[in-house]
């Protein structure tokens, strides 16, 4: 069975197709990375899989099933949690609050309104789990007003993390940080274990590279070239539109 | 933990000072001003929870507020009993915020705005013109108030303690409401609502359960204003109404529990006691406003307590972390 499988996937804003005809295949537990130069319908193409937009036409399935009309809160629900390029944070929350909000999202307990979610120990036990994963755990209670951008990827990273998905969308989850952060950063993805699949939007290749096990390139919303990552890196068709010669 | 926190003290202090206030304030027009600021708190409150915590910003809730008090009014003029007329009252009010809900959630920040303010004009217009049901702006009046257990509401302190048990099952519902998971959510959807959606949460359907709450206590609200006054007419669905309610929580301080309710009593006690005084008393609340919005734009409570921090912090001679300080005081 695949994991994520698109099948003739079409998106236009007016008269500007941003996916045309996008076929995708992955395979559970594999590493998807997608490149493509700004504007070749990257991130829309995550809008799609997630639900955040509807398609013009053609089909999503998450593991054998049809979720092509399914709501992008449903999404979720079937293991499906996703990172932003830009970072989309509780600002006015704590760091663990963050997580806390991840994991009850896919609780019962988001519609309990007379009970105290400070006294939900295990929501909270269970968030401090997923900081201690992205190595946040000691500035657990810190406003995140007050943290760095780079905490702040992780913290996005965490979020998703803390889901237990099992399609894992990174978009750009190294965008912004310094060689320092992107090795840690790299360390943490690296030691996501495989029966989540991961599909990753990334431009810095240096870091990116090492986590593919197969890379998809995308131009002008359509995908040009698909294989291997040694197959995708060393065919000419990449390095025209995307490496530079 | 046999000592009491500050906290703590302030608030036994509060309550004991409601608990007492017909007897040390003696008059019975100034206790009929604090029913009134009580009955304005709770619509204060109730309209909080959208502007607050949902980041919803309704004009239309003088709509919300008036239509418990008409529906009220209406039945008690068939017959009604107290009770009957009371829950019929608040289910009327409910099914209201329902449209209300369906309608302007199609929309968020400007849009919603003015979906809810066209929604209480339609209100403000039935009131108004469809004088066979409401007999238009000569109003309703109701012949007595309910007297519950026996205990007659008629006076002014029985009235006042009738309102404040009101006001406080309001106040605590949402001490509880606003820290619980769904609070937690609620704020969510304020502050992320993209996120919220890709982390499974139903965005619409929690913003639909907040305007069903909101629109309960406004409806109770409006109950107590039916009986505070024993009449109800078209002025209290006016815009204005709508427009105090919203001055009462963004001078306070909005998505604070306290806020809504010390802008209450600014508003009322300008209205009742200073315009005895004072003439133009809309120039002197509008120049409230202004100092308000200026030194304190996040609202009187949390900016007072914002303010004192930064005060006690200069008298130690230390640097003040001001703004840290002033959010995290004003949850």
């Known amino acids: 069975m695949t994991a994520l499988a698109i099948t003739a996937l079409n998106k236009s804003f007016g008269g500007l197709r941003v996916t045309t005809n996008v076929s995708l295949a992955v395979d559970p537990g594999e ?9 070749a319908g990257k991130t829309t193409l995550f809008n799609l899989i997630t639900g955040e937009l509807a398609p013009d036409s053609g089909n999503i399935a998450l593991f054998g099933r049809d979720i092509t009309h399914t709501p992008c809160r449903q999404r979720a629900h079937l293991g499906m949690a996703r990172t932003y390029q830009i970072i989309t944070l509780f600002q006015r929350d704590t760091i663990v609050r963050n997580i806390m909000l991840a994991l009850l999202g896919l609780s019962p307990l988001r519609w309990n309104a007379v009970r105290d979610l400070d006294a939900q120990h295990a929501l909270s036990l269970g968030a401090r789990e997923v900081l201690r994963r992205v190595g946040l755990d000691h500035i657990a209670e810190r406003p995140l007003a007050q943290t760095s951008y780079g905490e702040r990827r992780r913290v996005e990273i965490a979020m998703a993390l803390a889901q237990d998905p099992k399609l894992l969308l990174l978009d750009e989850p190294f965008a912004g940080l310094s060689i320092d952060e992107r090795r840690d950063v790299q360390q943490l993805l690296l030691a996501i274990p495989r029966e989540v699949t991961v599909v990753m939007i990334e431009h810095n290749m240096d870091v990116a590279l090492e986590l593919a096990d197969r890379i998809t390139l995308l131009h002008f919303g359509e995908v040009i070239v698909e294989g291997t ?7 000419p068709r990449t390095r025209e539109v995307y490496l530079g010669a | 933990m046999s000592r009491l926190g500050p906290r703590t003290g302030a608030w036994l202090l509060a309550m004991l000072l409601l ?30 929870l959208l502007v607050g915590y949902a980041g919803l910003t309704s004009l239309g809730h003088a709509g919300l507020f008036a239509i418990g008090g008409y529906a009220a009014a209406m039945l008690l003029g068939a017959g009604y009993g107290h009770l009957v007329a009371a829950v019929l009252a608040l289910l009327v009010t409910l099914m209201a915020s329902a449209v209300f809900a369906v309608l302007a959630l199609r929309a968020t920040g400007i849009g919603f705005l003015m979906i809810t303010l066209a929604m209480g004009q339609i209100l403000w217009g039935i009131a108004y013109r469809w004088a066979s049901l409401t007999n238009g702006d000569n109003g309703i009046t109701v012949a007595s108030r309910p007297a519950p257990f026996g205990l007659s509401l008629s006076q002014a302190p029985a009235f006042y303690y009738a309102t404040l048990i009101v006001f406080l099952l309001a106040l605590a519902s949402m001490a509880v409401f606003v820290r619980s998971p769904f609070g937690a959510s609620l704020t969510g959807t304020r502050d992320q609502a993209r996120r919220m959606t890709a982390l499974g949460y139903n965005v619409w359907l929690i913003r639909f359960l907040t305007i069903l709450c909101s629109g ?22 006016a815009l204005t109404t709508s427009a105090e309610a919203l001055l009462m929580v963004i001078s306070g301080g909005s998505g604070t529990l306290l806020g809504p309710i010390f802008g209450a009593a600014i508003v009322v006690v300008m209205k009742n006691v200073v315009s005895a005084y004072i003439e133009r008393w809309n120039l002197v609340l509008g120049v409230i406003f202004i100092l308000i919005i200026s030194f304190m734009p996040e609202g009187l409570v949390p900016g007072s307590v914002r303010l004192w921090r930064s005060g006690w912090h200069a008298l130690r001679g230390k640097s003040a972390p001001v703004s840290a300080a002033g959010s995290e005081a004003s949850r």
């Open chain 1, 229 to 235: 990552r040694a197959a995708v890196v060393a065919d």
């Open chain 1, 31 to 39: 590493r998807r990375l997608i490149i493509g130069p700004n504007g």
């Open chain 2, 19 to 48: 608990a007492t206030l017909p007897a040390w304030i003696g008059n019975s027009y100034y206790v009929n001003i604090a029913s009134q600021i009580l009955i304005w708190a709770v619509l204060a409150l109730a309209l909080n």
């Open chain 2, 216 to 237: 309960f206590w406004s409806g109770v609200a409006g109950l107590l204003f039916l009986y505070y006054n024993q009449f109800i007419s078209p002025q209290v669905v």
